[in-house]
């Protein structure tokens, strides 16, 4: 299972994203939606989740207070809004189904999609 980020592009640093993950045909749903990102020259690391209800959330500590996460049960898509971007938060974002508290990865990467935060 693949599942595809959009909403990715360039702002200045303090600024505003909103990234998208649509969630479509067998998406594991059993399983929580991660958001993990990749920063050039560094591995690909966890960011944040929500459960597969929906009731729960988490962040790493580098975005917390900054991030969240959000899920449109209507439209089938999760959302990751992030607040107050930091150079350090450059990298290509991804999402996928991950198992909870594990952060480990169930299906495959899909495209993911880049954010640049310039200083």
């Known amino acids: 299972v693949q599942l595809q980020a959009s909403g990715g592009g360039s702002v200045q640093a303090g600024g505003s994203l909103r990234l998208s993950c649509e969630l479509s045909g067998r998406t594991l749903s059993s399983y929580a939606t991660g958001w993990f990102r990749q920063a050039p020259g560094k591995e690909r690391e966890f960011v944040a989740a929500?459960?597969?209800?929906?009731?729960?959330?988490y962040y790493v500590d580098s975005v917390k207070g900054r991030f969240t996460v959000s899920r449109d049960s209507a439209k089938n898509t999760v959302y990751l809004n992030m607040n107050s971007l930091k150079p350090e938060d450059t990298a290509v974002y991804y999402c996928?189904?991950?198992?909870?508290?594990?952060?480990?990865?169930?299906?495959?990467w899909g495209q993911g999609t880049l954010v640049t935060v310039s200083s």
């Open positions: 996928a189904k991950t198992q909870w508290n594990v952060w480990s990865l169930r299906g495959s």
């Open positions: 929500i459960s597969w209800s929906g009731g729960s959330t």
